[in-house]
C-alpha cells in the first residue's frame, strides 16, 4: 500500500476552515483515499473517502488533484470538539480492504 | 452505519494471566476482521487478520502463540493475550468491513479495549 505523509500537528482557531494535506506520490490505480478522525482512547471514526476530484459529506469535504498524488481533508469552521487526530490513508480497491495507519496529524482547535 | 462492538473497554490484570477481548458487528456479518494495537500517542499498528472459519493472518512480528484470535461466527471475534506482562499494555482495537454497505476501504472501527497489565 501507498506510503503517506501529513504534517504532524496542526493549529486552528475556532471557526476556521482547516485543510490538512496528505501526500502519497505512490498511490496506485486502484487505490481509495480514506480519512479517519481519532479521538483519545477511541476507535477510528470514518470522515471521508474519495477516488478523484471533489467529494463532500455533511462533515468534510476531500480535494483530490488529477494526479491524485496528495489530498486535501477540508473541515469547515472547525470547533473544539474536531480536536483530535486524523489519518489519511490509502485502500486498494474491493478487493483488499486492510488498512494501514500512518502518524496522522494532530490537530488542536483553540477557543 | 455499521457497528462494531468491542468488550470490554478496559480491562486491569494480573501479570501471568490471559486476556480476552471480543469483537462484534452488530448489525452486518463480517467475514474479516482486523485487529490493531496503539501504544500512547503512537499510531495504529495492525497486528493480524481475522478469518472466520479459518486460521488468523498475523503481521510480521507478532507472536501467534500469544495473541490468540477465534472467529468462530461472522460475527464475532476473540482476541486473547495470554501470559500477559506490562509489556502488553496497550489499547486493542477491532474493525470490520460492511460489504453491503458499499463503498470501497471504508471500515467500521470498535470502541478499543485497553488492557493495563499489573
Known sequence: LAKTTQPISMDSYEGQEVNITCSHNNIATNDYITWY???PSQGPRFIIQGYKTK???EVASLFIPADRKSSTLSLPRVSLSDTAVYYCLMSSGAGSYQLTFGKGTKLSVIP | G?????????VICKSGTSVKI???????????????????????????????????????????????????????STLTVTSAHPEDSSFYICSARDWAS???????FGEGSRLTVL
Open chain 1, 37 to 39: 478522525q481519532q479521538f
Open chain 2, 22 to 76: 471480543e469483537c462484534r458487528s452488530l448489525d452486518f456479518q463480517a467475514t474479516t476482521m482486523f485487529w490493531y494495537r496503539q501504544f500512547p500517542k503512537q499510531s495504529l499498528m495492525l497486528m493480524a487478520t481475522s478469518n472466520e472459519g479459518s486460521k488468523a493472518t498475523y503481521e510480521q512480528g507478532v507472536e501467534k502463540d500469544k495473541f490468540l484470535i477465534n472467529h468462530a461466527s461472522l460475527t464475532l
Open chain 1, 55 to 57: 467529494v463532500t459529506n
Open chain 2, 102 to 108: 458499499g463503498g470501497t476501504g471504508e471500515l467500521f
Open chain 2, 2 to 10: 455499521a457497528v462494531v462492538s468491542q468488550h470490554p473497554s478496559w
